[in-house]
Nanobody
Framework: QVQLVESGGGLVQAGGSLRLSCEIR????????MGWYRQAPGKQRELVAA???????TYKDSVKGRVTISRDNTKNMVYLQMNSLKPEDTTVYYC?????????????WGQGTQVTVSS
């Protein structure tokens, strides 16, 4: 059963913007954290941005100032606003959440959305 559905990827010119969206089919109030990761072919998946249940955020150094993670609990959505995009931002982006139920944590991943930045 699919719990996370991403959208918003696409092709954009360098310097442009994209907003990635992640529909979360879980209770937002059960989430311990949520984040966006990316993975280029042949490379390890890396954290781009994350947000705790309390709203604290973390960003990869190379995207600080260009990327903002946000959430809308009323719509069960998590977003990644990306500005001033660079060709090196090209890759597949994944939404991820950790759900805390009683004393166990469950991790969910989306299917990924492709972002391509042309120079």
């Amino acid at each position: 059963q699919v719990q996370l559905v991403e959208s918003g990827g696409g092709l954009v010119q360098a310097g442009g913007s994209l907003r990635l969206s992640c529909e979360i089919r879980l209770s937002m109030y059960s989430l311990n954290s949520m984040g966006w990761y990316r993975q280029a072919p042949g490379k390890q998946r890396e954290l781009v941005a994350a947000m705790s249940s309390g709203g604290a955020t973390t960003y990869k150094d190379s995207v600080k100032g260009r990327v903002t993670i946000s959430r809308d609990n009323t719509k069960n959505m998590v977003y990644l606003q990306m500005n001033s995009l660079k060709p090196e931002d090209t890759t597949v982006y994944y939404c991820q959440v950790d759900q805390l139920l009683i004393d166990r944590t469950y991790e969910y991943w989306g299917q990924g959305t492709q972002v391509t930045v042309s120079s």
